[in-house]
């Protein structure tokens, strides 16, 4: 039963990544590098050294699993945010967000045509894809400390405005290559109406996700987390369908949620931090699987990947968002560390799986470089992010005890109420 030892090759795979995420929660206590890098690389080794690995991931799969680990991540990012954060930096998060995300995609789509040649098609579209960032894996090399202030908050907020920014750009470029003739003022329609729309579901879809929860709570153990989670996934979908993004549609919802009191709260906050830090994982481990390290090594992809991932970090970035953060009110080193705090993570894996399926020109060149790229990115622009922060006296502060056991990343402290069940439950959402 071949279709049968598949699955259970697929099972196996499975529940060893999960083992290995749970036994890493202390591992980044010592180690200056993030776990999930250190999967992606394992991964890409073992899809070399054993083929049958290798071929057990489609891109298809890969964009499927990188998907539904995306909806748990902002979702757990926007209540780790929370409706409060976001007042105190909204303008700084939506410039970097949305300004920021366009001058890099911008900055380094020049860049990339000027390196490798080729089309401006195939430079655009490996520069969307290489746009976004994930201070998770950023927080998962410091260790007991957090970032404190406003320059935490910046961070974790333009993660989570800068990932759908990405997609929705990232779509609205693919509709104009795929369709002859397609207008570029049409791709600037469809990425406006995706971000109106997802926003719009987003926020209505909390705000009654808040109500269930504090209007019809669920008094057996496990299952409010469970309702949070069909949630979060009923948002993304109404969002899809309505031709919206539903990624920013769950990080709205997540953002309402945060400082939303409710019952079960800090069970509901301390599943889905723990979902999402296994999801990232996963996606991490599905890109290793599917590029074979042996294909980078003979390609030159390796270095030409290593080029670009330092011309993002040192030159792109930098001059992308430093005027965008002139008028904050951060410190000259706060400034300096969020231009280097730019790391890569899951993001970037689903856009070079949108581009490889939609079967462009160069894509498999393009899923190739962006492995190497996010691999660069948090393993040694990663590795000096400790450094950074205290070169640049970035304000830290050291984790509660209870967030150190989630499994792999280190969040934000998060807001939990109590609630005695037969109570009221006050809104101060």
Avoid at 6 to 30: D, E, K
Avoid at 278 to 302: C, D, K, R
């Amino acid at each position: 039963m071949p279709h049968a030892d598949t699955f259970s090759l697929a099972v196996l795979a499975g529940a060893v990544t999960i083992f290995l995420a749970l036994a890493s929660s202390t591992v980044t206590r010592y180690v200056p590098f993030p776990v999930p890098a250190l999967l992606l690389l394992a991964a890409s080794v073992a899809a070399t050294a054993i083929p049958r690995v290798g071929t057990a991931l489609t891109v298809t799969m890969v964009e499927q699993i990188a998907t539904t680990a995306l909806i748990f991540v902002l979702f757990d990012g926007g209540m780790q945010v929370g409706m409060a954060r976001i007042k105190k930096a909204i303008k700084p998060i939506l410039n970097l967000g949305l300004l920021g995300t366009l001058l890099t995609a911008g900055g380094m789509a020049l860049a990339a045509h000027v390196m490798l040649g080729g089309s401006w098609a195939f430079a655009l579209l490996l520069a969307t894809a290489l746009a976004p960032t994930d201070p998770a894996v950023m927080f998962s090399v410091l260790g007991a400390k957090e970032v404190a202030g406003r320059s935490g908050t910046i961070l974790e907020g333009e993660s989570g405005a800068n990932d759908p920014v990405s997609i929705a750009l990232m779509v609205a470029v693919l509709a104009v290559f795929e369709s002859a003739g397609g207008s570029p003022w049409s791709a600037v329609g469809t990425f406006f109406a995706q971000l109106l729309i997802g926003l719009a579901v987003g926020l209505a879809g909390g705000r009654g996700l808040h109500w269930a929860m504090r209007h019809r709570p669920l008094e057996r153990a496990g299952l409010p987390p469970l309702r949070t989670l069909a949630g979060a996934g009923a948002i993304y979908g109404v969002a899809s369908l309505l031709a919206g993004s539903g990624f920013l549609a769950v990080f709205a919802a997540g953002i309402v949620l945060g400082d939303a009191r409710a019952p079960h709260k800090e069970e509901i906050v301390g599943f889905h931090n723990s979902l999402a830090n296994l999801s990232e994982v996963a996606a991490f481990v599905a890109l290793g699987l599917t590029v074979p390290i042996g294909s980078l090594l003979a390609h030159w992809i390796w270095a030409w990947g290593l080029a670009l991932a330092a011309v993002l970090a040192l030159v792109v970035r930098p001059l992308a968002i430093a005027p965008l953060l002139a008028l904050a009110r951060l410190t000259w080193g706060e400034r300096m560390f969020i231009c280097w705090a730019g790391l890569k993570g899951a993001v970037p894996i689903l856009l070079a799986a949108y581009a490889r399926t939609a079967h462009v020109a160069g894509g498999r060149r393009l899923y190739e470089l962006v492995f190497v790229v996010v691999t660069a990115s948090v393993l040694v622009q990663g590795a000096g992010v400790p450094g950074a922060a205290r070169l640049f006296n970035v304000p830290m502060r050291t984790r509660l005890e209870g967030a150190s056991s989630s499994l792999l990343v280190a969040r934000r402290r998060v807001r939990t109420e109590t609630w005695t069940p037969g109570a009221s439950v006050p809104d101060r959402s």
